[in-house]
């Protein structure tokens, strides 16, 4: 004799799906956009599971304010899916992300003319049935600088990141027995 329940049937198949997250100018990942820049925010959704594909499953991405949204495009290997967005939540729903399937969600936008600011964006992966939802949201920052100005510092003729990373500025504590060695 067996024994089903329908619920169990309704319920999708356990796969691990997850979602990655970067801010790209002209495919290369960036911290920083220069005021009124074009740029992409390129969220990578992969579905972990060899064998299960995963049906109905949606990714939202709350887009800084600040940003201009220019265009949605999302890659075939992701499966059909349905785009919408309003004001800075960006909306996409995949009728079924294939077993082993991995693909990216690209939202071309621009970075506001007003500097210096932060952009931070925030995206989840809701799926039914998975076993890791450690690996469904992902918050990103990416700085908008004041034009002509270097925020890193300019150190014996290194420009910007170079500066810091060869003259590291050394941990401070107003502590006096903490200074000694």
């Known amino acids: 004799m ?9 319920y999708p198949p356990e796969a691990d799906l997850s979602i990655y997250k970067e801010a790209q100018i002209d495919g290369n990942a960036t911290a920083e956009v220069p005021p009124g820049e074009a740029f992409d925010y390129v969220i990578t959704v992969t579905n972990h599971h060899p064998t299960h594909s995963a049906p109905e499953v949606v990714v939202t991405d709350k887009l800084p304010y600040e940003v201009a949204i220019g265009s949605i495009n999302v890659s075939s ?5 349905a785009v919408s967005w309003s ?3 960006v909306y996409v729903r995949f009728d079924l992300i294939p077993a082993g399937g991995s693909g990216q969600i690209i939202i071309s936008v621009t970075a506001p003319e007003e500097a210096p600011t932060t952009l931070y964006n925030i995206a989840n992966l809701r ?3 998975d076993p890791n939802p450690a690996n469904n949201r992902v918050t990103i920052s990416t700085y908008v600088p004041l034009l002509g100005y270097d925020h890193l510092g300019v150190v014996e003729g290194l420009p910007g990141r170079e500066a810091l990373e060869s003259n590291p500025t050394p941990p401070f504590s107003g502590c006096q027995s903490c200074q000694r060695g």
């Open 127 to 129: 799926y039914g049935n």
């Open 2 to 10: 067996v024994l089903f329940c329908a619920a169990q049937a309704a």
């Open 87 to 89: 004001g800075d939540l």
């Open 77 to 81: 290997g992701l499966g059909e899916s």
